[in-house]
């Protein structure tokens, strides 16, 4: 079955700096790949997500990238703020947007101010 | 976005005995849900999909007979939890999705088992 990769484990950065979060999958039928925010104590919330039809997809600060060749994709936020820190799970999908969704193991990101 | 609620949203239960939690969709109908166990500062781990109408699909390792699923109607699914045990103490979360819409979660029920 797919099994996705997510790395780093923890990330921490400066109020201002940029932060990438990557994945790897491993079923290259695979074909939606959402980004989910989760602040402690509340679900996990969508972000951004992009189709494999595509190579990229920006949403203000936040962009995502897809190398389906290399089957792997990038969460990339910039010019990050206190609020954003959280943890993030990145997930792969077969099908449509409504598929299961198989997770990465989440990346805790610390913005200090 | 869609609203998905779950119910309750925690739960505090005696060794031995079962418990039913409730995910709803309040704002679409949900033509698959999913459940999810997520345990503390890990990631959320697949238990079973289910589709309206239908049994619900298990994952590799997730136990049916303990964790019933139904998914009687188009806006709700049930987990029951039976017979649990401190080991089954987590964050259980539902997902919901529908015809063209992404995937949106409950908000999750955590329960303890003493």
């Known amino acids: 079955g797919e099994n996705v990769e997510q790395h780093p484990s923890t990330l921490s950065v400066q109020e201002g700096d940029s932060a990438v979060i990557k994945c790897t999958y491993s079923?290259?039928?695979?074909?939606?790949f959402p980004w989910y925010k989760q602040e402690l104590g509340k679900r996990p919330q969508l972000i951004i997500d992009i189709r494999s039809n595509v190579g990229e997809k920006k949403d203000q600060r936040i962009a995502v990238t897809l190398n389906k060749t290399a089957k792997h994709f990038s969460l990339h936020i910039t010019e990050t703020q206190p609020e954003d820190s959280a943890v993030y799970f990145c997930?792969?999908?077969?099908?449509?947007?409504?598929?299961?969704?198989?997770f990465g193991q989440g990346t805790e990101l610390s913005v200090k101010p | 976005g869609a609203v998905v609620s779950q119910h309750p949203s925690w739960v505090i239960c005696k060794s031995g005995t079962s418990v039913k939690i409730e995910c709803r969709s309040l704002d679409f109908q949900a033509t698959t849900m999913f459940w999810y166990r997520q345990f503390p500062k890990q990631s959320l781990m697949l238990m079973a999909t289910s589709n309206e109408g239908s049994k619900a699909t298990y994952e590799q390792g997730v136990e049916k007979d303990k964790f019933l699923i139904n998914h009687a109607s188009l806006t709700l699914s049930t987990l029951t939890v039976t017979s649990a045990h401190p080991e089954d103490s987590s964050l259980y979360i539902c997902?919901?999705?529908?015809?063209?819409?992404?995937?949106?979660f409950g908000q999750g029920t955590r329960l303890t088992v003493v």
């Open positions: 997902s919901a999705s529908g015809r063209g819409l992404p995937t949106f």
């Open positions: 079923d290259s039928a695979s074909n939606y």
């Open positions: 997930a792969a999908s077969k099908g449509n947007q409504g598929g299961k969704l198989i």
